[in-house]
């Protein structure tokens, strides 16, 4: 059994919810997964040795919790031989450049072929448990349609590790953490560099979709981007930019949503980047027939968990970039 982690509550908490309290000493954790720590009896009072199964209770100064993280269940996910592009692997951790088109995660409609499939064969035993249930340690996420580097932790040590660098809340302060993305975008910036702020959060109509909220709610969402190329076809009247985005936050379509949100829509996005016919009419073949969004994660950097040294990744474009690419290079 795990050995019990002591928690104290000191003055500057007093007051918080449990589960809140949990997550200032846990934020590499959901608040989702703290809740099921509590329900499963994992929380003891040290002094009267009972569970405290109640999120909404109010923490005292003074007092004193010891949590014992339940163990990993095993995964019903069955293994499968997926060929992996990997870039980098150690003991702790795998660097792969992600191809189009592959979920990460089961999900209905995509039980087979996800990378956590192709992890687990080849990984075997060799994966981390979070969120009490084996599985490999997936510390941030790509879009399926959207290519590039993730990294992925073997252990349970270097999951928690990486996952606090990875947060969604995190602005990462010292520079190690960095993600940096290739986007092809219909329209161009309004300088050469910019940065765009909002909050974002679920669209109030639209709950698939992620949207910047102006009346309030939502979590801050950061890109700075940079204009790397600008194409401009004679007779039609919308550029086609090339895009360098950095994230200095990790929300959820946050890229796509920055985009939009200044009439820069990725090439090829089916829900974020509708444009009028009359707009993409003269542009190339390749162009509109584009059939993804147009976005790579093309960097990665960040602290290793164990070596405490600085790792940095970088891949080229996928061969769908670089044909668009290619075409509006001979036709500007």
């Given amino acids: 059994m795990s050995s019990a982690i002591e928690l104290f509550v000191k003055e500057e908490a007093h007051g918080l919810r449990l589960d809140r309290f ?35 209770y109010k923490v ?26 990997i870039v980098y692997e150690d003991d702790d951790l795998i660097v792969l450049n992600k191809p189009v088109g592959m979920v990460v995660h089961p999900a209905p409609g995509h039980y087979e072929s996800t990378l956590v499939n192709a992890l687990l064969a080849h990984c075997g035993d060799c994966l981390s448990g ?13 879009d399926k349609d959207t290519s590039g580097l993730m990294v992925v932790a073997k252990n349970d040590y270097a999951h928690r590790a990486l996952s606090s660098q990875f947060h969604p809340d995190a602005i990462s302060q010292e520079k190690t953490l960095k993600r940096g993305y290739k986007a092809i975008v219909l329209g161009t ?9 909002g909050q974002m959060g679920r669209h109030p109509l639209h709950r698939q979709k992620m949207a910047l909220l102006k009346h309030g709610g939502g979590k801050k969402a950061i890109t700075h981007i940079t204009l ?15 895009l360098d985005c950095q994230l200095a936050t990790g929300r959820t379509h946050q890229i796509r949503v920055h985009c939009q949100s200044i009439q820069c829509p990725l090439l090829g996005d089916a829900i974020y980047g509708k444009i009028q016919y009359q707009q993409r009419k003269g542009l190339p073949a390749c162009v509109q027939e584009f059939s993804r969004q147009a976005l790579h994660a093309y ?18 474009l996928p061969p769908d970039m670089n044909k668009v690419m290619g075409v509006l290079n001979q036709q500007t």
């Fill in 189 to 197: 910036l309004p300088q050469k560099k910019l940065t765009l702020e």
């Fill in 130 to 142: 979070i969120g009490g249930v084996k599985r490999p340690g997936i510390v941030h996420r790509l």
């Fill in 228 to 242: 790397d190329q600008l194409w401009k076809i004679d007779g039609v009247s919308m550029p086609i930019s090339l």
């Fill in 22 to 56: 949990l997550m200032l000493h846990f934020p590499e954790e959901s608040r989702s997964l703290i809740q099921q720590w509590l329900t499963l009896g994992a929380l003891m009072r040290s002094i009267e040795n009972t569970p405290l199964t109640q999120a909404s």
């Fill in 299 to 316: 960097s990665l950097s960040f602290m290793h968990p164990t070596r405490n040294e600085l790792c940095i990744f970088t891949c080229e």
């Fill in 60 to 85: 005292k100064r003074g007092e004193c919790f010891h949590l014992i993280r339940p163990k990993a269940q095993e995964t019903h996910i069955l293994p499968q031989s997926i060929p992996l592009s």
